[in-house]
């Protein structure tokens, strides 16, 4: 455990802890009444006796002070920040820790508070105020001020407790008790969140002394909190009823009331307000703290932030991250996951998520349908929600999918014609480039190794035909074991492209939010005939385990089979290698299964030597390569006519 590792204590140090903490208790009680001391300790708590330290006490003090005071000017992880202050606390016992840290928060916020009570009547403390920059009114911070108070109490008490067990009998302390292991566990993670808060404290204290008196004042919008409480819910219910001129004042209630700079930018290291968001769309992504697995956030990162089309429209939208857990309560573990996600991901992230209203998150639930499952609700420039959850066509489309609403979903299915690139977009380059190189190639799944195992066989004659026709292997829904041993075979075999089982969940990834995008445009499927396609083929995935996919590169021409369908066609393709270099893999396919071709005809004729066309063979068409319908066309010749019509003439 780092702590430990970091503290050192030096036995020469020797602070009077309880006696410091009677000081900070006596400075709170003129901050705040819920302090209440005894009027004999005010001038006897003075009188902390130190021994062995190199310098006075108060600077050791004031220059913890100015350590929490950077770390809040950092703007960088609280946990990190919070480890840091833990070094120059290194030589000091676990009860001077807490309490050293204690005394050089409420310095703090003692100094603030006094200029802050005496700015009206004291020339000196105005002028003070002045050149601080501080607000002249905190009035209206009666809420803020409260919470801050009673953050510095449990503080206290909390610290009054690792002064209880410090001062235990040095024996006692020392027993090998399972009992005493685990209460020094626990002091150890209290003197961490002690030191954790006074971070806190401070950062909140010098928001305070930076805000201006119009931040201050749009608390006066709410005559009391609990007037506030009671008629926050309906403000945001109407707030969606209504429109806008745009979405400052949606964005504003939702996260903004409380801090002028809610967001966090990590790719920029700054922190920065709702009015950043204007003219654009928004899209909250609204999950719980850990968000994705790995390979989900990866390639949400690669769909939007890295996709071709950022560039050019990356400005026209923002991504919001607003964690919501599971309980009504952040976990160590909820903070942790959030602090190190949102310090990675390249768009905004709620600065303090753990801090929206109670009434936001019951808003997100019931009326946005959140039930902790990620989903990507869209703002548009008006603030007006035009999709519940476009989190389906951003893993289907990217960037492409701008401005992500349901009105442009519906639109990007009518144009959908690419059921191949469909399904593998963004998932291997290899895949990718086998689409834009316009090669033939099948996509298969099957959790059935002996299945797979003939298929391969197949696909060996296939190519010794010299036939090319790429495999490629995908699994099935959360592949196992058995889908290691399969892509074991492949390998050995050599006769299929194998993906990672990341890929492969990548795969079924698409293929689920295939199926729930087709779910909410199903009304729209007489639109697109490459639509009806994929229904057929979630149909087949969903009552087959063994299915195949064939196409070719950009084309819209598929076939789609399953089970026994599958090594009835594969076993047909060797035979017809000269039929596929005059029809094409499809058509020589389809004329040996007795299928019908596509109507697709080009409607070219050619008029062919009587030698060439009374062949038996099957002459294909040089332009679309299907089978022509043959004709015998007859020919007058017009000069013998003539020649004999001016003999009869002549006789």
């Known amino acids: 455990m780092k702590i430990l590792r970091i503290h050192d204590p030096n ?37 902390v006796e130190v021994f062995g330290l190199e310098e006075k006490l108060g600077y050791t003090i004031k220059k913890i002070s100015h350590e929490i005071l950077c770390k809040c000017h950092e703007n960088g992880d609280l946990h990190e920040e919070t480890m840091m202050l833990f070094e120059p606390l290194g030589p000091f016992r676990w009860d001077a820790k807490v309490v050293l840290t204690l005394a050089a928060v409420v310095s703090i916020y003692g100094e603030f508070w006094l200029i802050t009570q005496l700015v009206h009547r004291n020339s000196l403390a105005a002028l003070t105020a002045k050149l601080k920059q501080m607000p ?4 209206m911070l009666k809420i803020q001020l409260k919470a801050l108070n009673l953050l510095i109490d449990t503080m206290i008490e909390a610290a009054n407790l690792v002064l209880d067990f410090e001062g235990l009998p040095l024996q006692q302390q020392l027993l090998d008790d399972d009992e005493i292991v685990v209460t020094k566990s626990k002091m150890y993670i209290t003197v961490y ?41 309906e403000k945001i219910r109407d707030l969606f009823k209504v429109s806008h001129f745009d979405n400052q004042e949606v964005l504003r209630v939702l996260f903004s009331l409380k801090n002028d700079l809610p967001l966090k930018d990590s790719s920029l290291e700054k922190y920065c307000g709702i009015q950043e968001l204007e003219n654009k769309v928004v899209i909250l992504l609204i999950s719980k703290p850990e968000l994705f697995t790995a390979e989900k956030i990866f390639y949400l990162v690669q769909r939007m932030h890295d996709h071709p089309l950022h560039k050019e429209i990356g400005g026209s939208y923002a991504i919001i991250w607003v964690p919501i857990p599971y309980s009504q309560t952040w976990s160590l573990t909820d903070e942790m996951n959030f602090q190190f996600l949102s310090n990675s991901l390249p768009w905004l992230s709620i600065r303090h998520p753990w801090s929206l209203h109670s009434s936001v998150v019951n808003f997100i639930r019931q009326e946005w349908s959140y039930k902790d499952e990620p989903v990507m609700v869209v703002l548009n420039t008006d603030g007006v929600v035009t999709n519940l959850n476009a989190i389906d066509m951003v893993w289907l489309w990217g960037a492409k999918a701008f401005p992500f609403s349901t009105s442009r979903e519906k639109e990007l299915w009518e144009q959908e014609n690419r059921i191949l690139e469909l399904l593998i977009d963004g998932i291997d380059p290899l895949l990718t480039n086998l689409v834009e190189e316009g090669k033939h190639f099948c996509i298969y799944g099957s959790d059935n190794i002996s299945w797979i195992k ?20 995908v699994g099935y829904r959360n592949p196992s074991k058995v889908a290691e041993n399969i892509l074991d075979i492949s390998i050995e075999e050599n006769s299929s492209i194998f993906l ?25 499927a007489h639109y697109s005939s490459s639509l009806q396609k994929v229904l057929r083929l979630l149909d087949v995935c969903e009552t087959s385990n063994d299915w195949m996919i064939i196409g070719k590169g950009l ?64 002459v294909v068409c040089s332009r679309c390569k299907r089978p022509v319908e043959k004709f015998v066309v007859y020919q007058c010749n017009v000069t013998e006519s003539a020649e004999a019509e001016q003999e009869a003439k002549i006789d």
């Open 136 to 139: 002249k009114e905190l009035n």
């Open 454 to 473: 003939e298929l391969n066989d197949t696909l060996k004659k296939i190519k010794s035909a010299g036939i090319q026709l790429e495999a490629i292997y």
């Open 555 to 618: 084309s819209t021409d598929v076939m789609i089979l399953k089970e026994r369908e599958v090594q009835e066609c594969l076993n047909l393709v060797p035979e017809l290698a000269e039929n596929v270099a005059k029809l094409g893999l499809f058509s020589a396919i389809r004329c040996a299964m007795g299928s019908p071709l596509p109507v697709k005809s080009c409607y070219h004729n050619e008029i062919l030597p009587a030698e060439e066309g009374l062949t038996e063979e099957t």
């Open 11 to 47: 036995h020469r140090y020797k602070i009077d802890a309880r006696q410091l903490l009677h000081v900070v208790e006596n400075t709170m009680h003129f901050i705040s009444p819920k302090f209440s001391v005894p009027q004999s300790n005010y001038t006897n708590s003075w009188n």
């Open 500 to 524: 990672s089982t990341t890929k492969m969940k990548l795969f079924w990834l698409r293929l689920e939010s295939i199926k729930n995008s087709v779910d909410r445009v199903e009304q729209a």
């Open 193 to 233: 969140w002690i030191l954790r808060s006074s971070i806190s404290c401070a950062s909140q204290i010098a928001d305070f002394r930076t805000m201006k008196d119009n931040q201050v004042h749009v608390f006066s919008l709410f005559p009391s909190f609990k007037s506030f409480s009671r008629r926050f819910p």
